[in-house]
């Protein structure tokens, strides 16, 4: 079934490590995006990619980093975790080129900073 | 930058109506929708709507109002499973989103 995963699906992390949440889409969609989910706060995009080999920083993106070296990946890489980073991160795609850009949302993954 | 408010929580009645409110105050406008998320699982998408008038699909109608900035998700017959948090979302550049804090719908008996 095409669609978007992410990995892991939960991940609890030292603060101080480094970690990178994994995202993959088989919709050949050419832009991708990060978001964090806290309560009280909604959704809050962190990164997007609108095309392979470019990047954009948006809402929240300190403390974060991204790459999109293909169509397919977007990895996001926390460098040195800290404990305000414990959220639910959810990657997303889209195809620019719809008439309507919706946005497919993957699982989602659930990262705990202690 | 883009301010979009919708209520926190909202309850109604299996088989009632429940209109959702959603205003925004944005520097620009290329679009709004809806979201459906479930507890614990991703939002999926309901609806866009960029031009002024009433979207309709299914059981569920969105409405746009560009000059006041506000826009409606109307859920019509409603059942149990739509217990959910509904998402207004903008966008000023036509990709990337802002989301609003979302409105937890309870569907009682």
């Known amino acids: 079934i095409a669609g978007i995963t992410q990995a892991p699906t939960s991940q609890i992390l030292a603060a101080g490590r480094r970690m990178t949440l994994r995202c993959t889409q088989d919709m050949r969609h050419n832009a991708m995006y990060w978001y964090r989910q806290d309560l009280g706060l909604g959704l809050r995009l962190i990164h997007y990619s609108n095309t392979a080999g470019t990047t954009g920083k948006g809402e929240v993106p300190d403390g974060y980093s991204v790459s999109r070296a293909n169509t397919d990946d977007f990895p996001l890489t926390l460098a040195s975790a800290v404990p305000s980073q414990t959220s639910v991160y959810f990657c997303?795609?889209?195809?620019?080129?719809?008439?309507?850009?919706?946005?497919?949302f993957g699982p989602g993954t659930r990262l705990t900073v202690l | 930058g883009q301010n979009i408010d919708q209520p926190t929580e909202m309850t109604a009645t299996e088989g009632a109506i429940v209109q959702i409110n959603c205003t925004y105050q944005t520097s620009g406008f290329n679009g709004l929708f809806w979201y459906q998320q479930h507890a614990g699982e991703a939002p999926t998408f309901l609806s866009y709507n960029v031009l002024d008038g009433l979207e309709e699909k299914g059981r569920f109608s969105s409405f746009l109002s560009r000059s006041k900035g506000y826009s409606y998700l109307l859920l019509k017959e409603l059942q149990m499973k739509d217990s959910a948090s509904y998402l207004c979302?903008?966008?000023?550049?036509?990709?990337?989103?802002?989301f609003g804090k979302g409105t937890s719908l309870l569907v009682t008996p």
């Open positions: 997303a795609s889209s195809d620019l080129a719809g008439e309507v850009d919706e946005q497919f």
């Open positions: 979302a903008v966008t000023d550049s036509g990709y990337a989103l802002n």
